[in-house]
């Protein structure tokens, strides 16, 4: 079956470093996302991506933070200047056009020191 | 905005028992989700809704759009039911979930 791959699981940077994280969606959906999850709290939404470009983003998602599609199969999360408030689990997830259920990656750890 | 509050945030039973997590929301919403989070962290979707009710095996989702409300019911629980579920909703021309606090479930053998 199908399935969202995330990478790398776990990535420890230091307080502003740029990192990137990387998804691959699974190969015929349309619509991509990325969520986190801070410790012990719920899961918030930062972006969604349609056609090549942002369509929806959340307060969250500030000049800080990007994302790309570069070659047609990734799907990156950048963040330029890392905080230690950015230390969550980053979750992508895509969906086909319908129906509109999402399907998350594995995740990726984001521990800032 | 839409507000997806669960119920209860915690919850122990034993092995066998039926389970009943209640999830209710604010707004109007396109369909709701029910997901599965392990304790390694990673999501699992269960059910997507928009109206009346779902089965998967031992899992049965339920939605009342006029109330607001949906559950989810897991019949004769095991150990491996142990888990955090959580409901998340997309309201409608929205493209994003909003999710609720999650409900962590202990089954007991």
């Known amino acids: 079956e199908p399935e969202v791959t995330q990478t790398p699981s776990h990535q420890v940077t230091q307080m502003g470093q740029e990192v990137i994280l990387r998804c691959v969606p699974i190969s015929n959906h349309l619509y991509f996302y990325w969520y986190r999850q801070i410790l012990g709290q719920k899961v918030e939404f930062l972006v969604s991506?349609?056609?090549?470009?942002?369509?929806?983003k959340s307060e969250i998602f500030d000049d800080q933070f990007s994302v790309e599609r570069p070659d047609g199969s990734n799907f990156t999360l950048k963040i330029r200047s890392t905080k230690l408030e950015d230390s969550a689990m980053y979750f992508c997830?895509?969906?086909?056009?319908?129906?509109?259920?999402?399907?998350f990656g594995p995740g990726t750890r984001l521990t800032v020191t | 905005k839409n507000e997806v509050e669960q119920s209860p945030q915690n919850l122990t039973a034993q092995e066998g028992e039926f389970i009943t997590i209640n999830c209710s929301y604010s707004v109007g919403i396109s369909a709701l989700h029910w997901l599965q989070q392990h304790p390694g962290g990673g999501i699992v979707s269960l059910f997507m809704?928009?109206?009346g009710k779902k089965k998967h095996g031992r899992l049965i989702a339920t939605i009342n759009i006029q109330e607001k409300h949906s559950s989810l019911h897991i019949t004769a629980s095991h150990p491996r039911d142990s888990a955090v579920y959580i409901c998340?909703?997309?309201?409608?021309?929205?493209?994003?979930?909003?999710f609720g606090q999650g409900t962590r479930l202990t089954i007991n053998p």
């Open positions: 997830a895509s969906r086909a056009g319908t129906p509109y259920e999402q399907y």
């Open positions: 991506f349609y056609n090549n470009e942002i369509s929806e």
């Open positions: 809704l928009s109206s």
């Open positions: 998340a909703v997309r309201s409608k021309g929205a493209q994003k979930l909003v």
